[in-house]
């Protein structure tokens, strides 16, 4: 299977024999979105200027000169389109993204695979290989490692699992990005934590608000609050939206008075009356680290018409492992899960297979604290109730053992560097 | 209005300063390294003034270079290494990296060489301090944070302006200073001209490009805050500049008077005499070893990350070893490497400290050239390519430089080549 390494640079001549000039670079047509985008044009370098030469002229690709299958004078010249990716100018040395692997590598080659006589883009190489036949030692490197009884590293990676950096993308392309989008949120973190600042800028641009929100979730509150840096309010204030009211409270801590204020008063009404109540609460206590959204009906209510209304209201609520009992005027009473909610007669009134013995926490409860409780009962969310019995939020699991447990997993703002 | 609110768009605009202040003032420090002191005490010694007509022209150099390389940093978002692996490919990415590495690791041996000779004034000998001092280098960048680390290394370098102070109580005869500013006198001996190779290596090193570009990136500067970033270039350039100056200016109105020349730190530690008398010694010796502990801390990390973001090789002092094998690999060789060179037994660790510059200025050319390329790429620039006013300029110097370059190595080959001028 040839690569692009060892095409550049060969001599091509036309059917007379007469030499037109040196292979430049390739173009890959990534019109119709397949998963390996045909070869469709050669670019050679003359003397004077460069010739875009279609590769139906091309008689013979993988021979030591690259012969066309006419006169030069009855070539006609490529014509470049929208969808025109060159290989060596757009792809080769730069760094994209392994969609795969879930990090930021660099192409050291590229490998063409030839079918029913038509070459299409293969294999992007990122290993060591790669690296040693760009500098012309590939086999030199196989023996010397093979005497060692090892080989070379050889990481080749599909090209439909790879993504090219939105920075990197030639401004006539049109490259369809869903692969990013379709990444979990956590993996996104990962390969932003990679990338430089203006290329996860760039990257950020291209997600959707809610996507956004959810890859912010997934770094820490100092590393979100510098890639929202440059970007404009309305769209961070967009964001703070879709994010849970205790992440966006976090991410407001870390920016300056001024601009969370600005921030707030572009949020919708209800949204930022919630986040600032979390915000009126110490960082490190149960009121802090709370979320507002938690799901609680009426005693009265049965299980049929909790289960109604869980399906109008949960898409609002984060998560809804339990289900809080309130009376009228907001005291916690009871809670229930989903699993003693399904199994109920639709007919039972909740008041009568919920539980009264509630585990709470109050407001200024230590994280410690929290964490030793949702340890003890096993219990995925802590409601957090006032000295009255009032209920004001949940803490779920992950929140308060965030400290406990050093949350490794969360990227952390990339420092010295990286 | 009230006060407060005129007074905030200026607030603004030094807040903005500030925050953009960074890059530019610590690549200036890092200049003043135990290399650059070494010289510049050296040709204060041993020419008195004699150097001082060039340095203006170096300030302008060097304002030129390290604005090249903020432009690149601030336009394309991209280090050096970066630019050169995606614009000039993988054989010449190879190639200069390795001439960096190699010059790097000379670099590392002179600031453990400034290491050794600052704490040999305290009676300390190199075969404990240097393997102390690089195992202590080596954990405080794998453990500690780095932006603490630079904060109070650039703190400590306020100490360089001792040799402001150090320079004007020696009361020099400041016409006398003017006249020789003024006026060029070339002597074509090889002491001479090699110095000037090394004089011009040390302010521009090679590595600072690579190190001012990555920190720029990193701060993630955009072109609207590029008028702020200039400035931070300029003014760090000037200050290192001056604080040059001044050194030489001191070492020539206290040594060079007398006819002593610097053969050891020590030596040079006396032109501190006319601002801290007794303590000279004490002064110079902490300056030096800030000095030369800052850039010992940098060097080989700027090195090994310049190296795995060419090659596409995992890099992060915040990675596990296993992760990052080659990036801690070549940190933990530079240091090591490093440290062992200047244990060996050699004649004098002046001389090594000078030899590693003067390897700086001969390899300065290369990289100005791919620079030159990089800055003049319209597709890589857009609207930010060079001017043609600096492109001459740039081209003067690439040409100064080769020249000095080559003078220098046929001047070692044939001593007496050229009779005195």
Redesign the interface.
């Known amino acids: 299977m040839p690569f692009v390494s060892e095409l550049t640079g060969k001599v091509v001549a036309d059917a007379n024999g007469a030499r037109v000039g040196r292979l430049d670079d390739l173009i890959a047509s990534t019109g119709g979105n397949l998963p390996h985008p045909p070869i469709v044009a050669l670019v050679v370098k003359r003397s004077r200027g460069t010739l875009l030469i279609p590769l139906c002229d091309i008689a013979v690709l993988l021979a030591p000169a690259i012969a066309l299958s006419k006169p030069i004078e009855s070539v006609a010249p490529y014509q470049p389109t929208e969808h025109d990716l060159y290989l060596v100018r757009d792809v080769l040395?730069?760094?994209i993204i392994d969609t795969n692997g879930m990090r930021v590598?660099?192409v050291?080659d590229l490998e063409l695979t030839r079918v029913n006589g038509r070459f299409y883009l293969a294999n992007v190489d990122?290993g060591g290989l790669g690296?040693m036949r760009?500098?012309?030692v590939a086999r030199t490197a196989e023996t010397v490692a093979g005497r060692f009884g090892r080989s070379v590293a050889s990481g080749m990676i599909p090209w439909d699992a790879v993504e090219l950096l939105p920075?990197n993308q030639p401004m006539r392309l049109k490259v369809p990005s869903d692969k990013i989008a379709d990444l979990h949120p956590a993996d996104l973190a990962e390969i932003i934590s990679d990338l430089?600042?203006?290329?996860s800028?760039k990257l950020l641009d291209s997600l959707d608000v809610e996507t956004l929100a959810d890859t912010l979730e997934e770094v820490e509150p100092d590393f979100q609050a510098?890639l929202i840096?440059?970007m404009p309010d309305e769209k961070v204030a967009d964001v703070l939206g879709e994010m849970a009211p205790d992440e966006a409270a976090d991410l407001l801590a870390e920016l300056s008075d001024d601009r969370s204020e600005e921030l707030l008063n572009l949020m919708d009404r209800d949204e930022a009356a919630g986040v600032r109540k979390l915000l009126s609460y110490p960082e490190d206590s149960a009121g802090g680290l709370m979320n507002s959204e938690y799901v609680a009906v009426r005693p009265d209510l049965t299980a049929a018409q909790a289960i109604a209304y869980l399906r109008e209201t949960a898409d609002e609520a984060g998560t809804i492992f339990y289900v809080y009992v309130i009376d009228e005027a907001d005291h916690l009473i009871g809670v229930f899960s989903l699993q003693d909610l399904v199994l109920a007669k639709p007919k039972t009134p909740v008041s009568e297979f919920m539980h009264k013995r509630v585990v709470t926490a109050s407001l200024l409860d230590s994280q410690d604290s929290l964490a030793q409780a949702i340890a003890k009962y096993s219990l995925l969310a802590l409601p957090v109730v006032d000295d009255e019995g009032k209920m004001h939020g949940i803490v779920t699991s992950d929140d308060a053992l965030d400290k406990i447990i050093p949350t490794a997993w969360k990227k952390?703002l990339?420092?010295?560097?990286? | 209005m009230t006060v407060s609110q005129r007074l905030r768009p200026l607030r603004m605009r030094l807040l903005m300063l500030l925050a953009v202040i960074g890059p530019g003032i610590i690549t200036a420090n890092v200049d003043n390294d135990a290399g650059g002191i070494t010289t510049y005490s050296v040709a204060g010694a041993h020419y008195g003034y004699g150097f001082l007509w060039m340095m203006p022209f170096v300030a302008l150099a060097l304002i030129i270079v390290q604005e090249m390389s903020a432009r690149l940093g601030v336009v394309t978002g991209k280090g050096l290494a970066d630019l050169i692996r995606e614009s000039l490919g993988v054989r010449l990415t190879a190639l200069i990296l390795g001439i960096f590495v190699f010059a790097n690791l000379a670099n590392t041996v002179s600031e453990f060489a400034g290491v050794a000779a600052s704490l040999e004034i305290f009676g300390i000998p190199k075969f404990i301090s240097v393997p102390v001092v690089a195992v202590i280098v080596w954990l405080l960048v794998v453990r500690a944070n780095y932006k603490w680390v630079e904060r109070v290394f650039l703190v400590a370098s306020a100490i360089y302006l001792t040799y402001i102070a150090s320079g004007v109580l020696a009361r020099p005869d400041w016409t006398h200073v003017a006249a020789q500013t003024l006026s060029p006198h070339v002597s074509l001996d090889a002491e001479y001209v090699t110095l000037a190779v090394t004089i011009i290596g040390t302010t521009i090193a090679p590595w600072m490009q690579f190190y001012q570009q990555s920190s720029i990136v990193d701060k993630g500067l955009k072109i609207t805050d590029y008028a702020y970033e200039r400035l931070d270039v300029v003014l760090g350039s000037l200050f290192a500049v001056v604080v040059a100056c001044f050194i030489m200016i001191a070492c020539a109105s206290t040594l060079f008077v007398h006819g002593l020349r610097i053969e050891s730190a020590g030596d040079a530690a006396r032109a501190l005499g006319p601002l801290a008398g007794t303590h000279a010694s004490t002064l110079f010796a902490l300056g030096l070893l800030n000095a030369s502990l800052f850039s010992a801390a940098i060097l080989p990390l700027s090195t090994a990350y310049v190296v795995c973001e060419a090659f596409g090789w995992e890099a992060g002092v915040d990675r596990s070893f296993g992760e990052a094998r080659i990036f801690f690999g070549i940190y933990t060789a530079l240091i090591a490497i490093g440290a062992a060179i200047v244990l060996l037994p050699l004649k004098s660790l002046v001389q090594t400290m000078l030899a590693s510059q003067t390897l700086n200025g001969v390899l300065l050319p290369i990289i100005l050239v791919v620079m030159l390329r990089l800055v003049n790429d319209r597709d890589l620039m857009g609207r930010w390519v060079n001017g043609r006013g600096i492109n001459v300029l740039s081209w003067v110097m690439v040409i100064a430089l080769i020249a000095l370059t080559v003078l220098l190595v046929l001047l070692s080959v044939f001593p007496g080549l050229v009779g005195p001028a």
């Open positions: 040395d730069k760094q590598v660099r050291n990122i690296l760009r500098l012309g920075g430089s600042r203006a290329d800028s510098s840096e440059t952390r990339p420092h010295m560097y990286r």
